[in-house]
């Protein structure tokens, strides 16, 4: 049978044993394997990788822990922009979404860019009239309120500083989210969504929509979803760097992720993480930071949930 696989993360970041409470870590755990559950019964069900990694992130995205849809940190203005991206391995199809307040589910917009629009990237306002024009309702504000970021945006809101939701050195809520995934057929996909950085403003956008930086995916190589400081996975294309290590140096997925994250990015001072799948099922998870919330599944009966360095 051939293997299939699923991967996803919850962002990574200063996650250092024993700042959180045991509850807390329970709490995440629980939210992890809750979309790992969702996302691989997809693809046990004969599903297409791209339904596995929409359906995962879409369960991270309604779980106000992590900073995506529901847990978006906040903006210096006070709201929420949300940023997402999905790519398809097999017809290298793309969708991105960046900029949107009010949906739910940032990353069914991106695919819906993809799939009913001669589009791949919808930002702001325009992007908030294709949602419209399909239907999405809008959340309020309330929905996306929450204590703690809320207390991590006051902080810092009268200052020229912004902040990446997972570098604060307390128990707290971190993370982006992403899935990539390899099907029973073979094609892989990645999806990432973010809320992006506590205080970011200018319409300030990070790596997670832009195809390549933060996202990418190919069945000739490999299917990406990073976290971390996005500016500098832009700089570093990250996402597809890895992709090009396996292309054209032959690169295994774990020698081309690590590659990226431990040197490329770390050397440019880009602190985070990584997910990938190749088109066999084999996966990469590294990070350069304390922690990453990752989890994932293969068919072959090994699972994995983890925060820390183990
Ligand atoms: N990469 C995201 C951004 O820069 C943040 C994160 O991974 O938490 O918007």
């Keep these: 049978m051939k293997k299939y696989s699923l991967v996803i993360h919850g962002g990574a970041g200063t996650l250092v044993k024993g700042l959180m409470t045991p509850q807390k870590e329970e709490q995440y755990k629980a939210a992890l394997n809750e979309a790992l559950e969702k996302g691989y019964a997809v693809l046990e069900k004969d599903g297409n990788a791209m339904d596995a990694v929409e359906t995962a992130v879409k369960h991270l995205e309604d779980s106000p822990l992590f900073n995506a ?6 903006t210096n203005d006070g709201t929420h922009e949300m940023d997402a991206a999905i790519m ?4 290298l199809d793309a969708g991105a979404v960046s900029l949107i307040t009010g949906i739910k589910n940032p990353i069914s917009l991106a695919r819906d860019i993809m799939e009913k629009t001669d589009h791949v990237f919808l930002a702001g306002e325009g992007a908030m009239r294709f949602a419209k024009s399909l239907g999405y309702t809008l959340e309020t504000p309330e929905y996306f309120y929450d204590e703690h970021r ?3 945006w006051q902080n810092i809101k009268d200052s020229d500083k912004f902040q990446l939701d997972h570098s604060m050195k307390k128990e707290g809520k971190f993370g982006t989210v992403g899935a ?7 094609n892989i996909a990645a999806a990432t969504s973010t809320g992006g950085m506590t205080n970011k403003r200018w319409g300030r956008v990070g790596d997670s929509p832009m195809i390549g930086a933060g996202n990418y995916a190919n069945n000739k190589t490999c299917a990406v979803s990073c976290t971390g400081s996005g500016e500098y996975f832009i700089r570093g294309v990250a996402a597809y760097d890895v992709s090009c290590l396996m292309e054209y140096k032959g690169m295994t997925v774990e020698e081309a992720a690590s590659e990226v994250i431990n040197k490329r990015v770390l050397e ?19 990070f350069n930071t304390e922690g990453m919330y990752r989890a994932f599944k293969t068919s072959e009966g090994k699972k994995e949930i983890g925060i820390y360095r183990e």
């Design 69 to 74: 849809g529901r847990g978006s940190v906040f």
């Design 88 to 91: 398809d391995g097999k017809t």
């Design 150 to 152: 809320y207390q991590q």
């Design 180 to 186: 990539v995934a390899c099907d029973k057929n073979r």
């Design 268 to 286: 440019i001072g880009g602190d985070g993480g990584l997910i990938a799948v190749d088109s066999e099922g084999n996966i990469a998870m590294p």
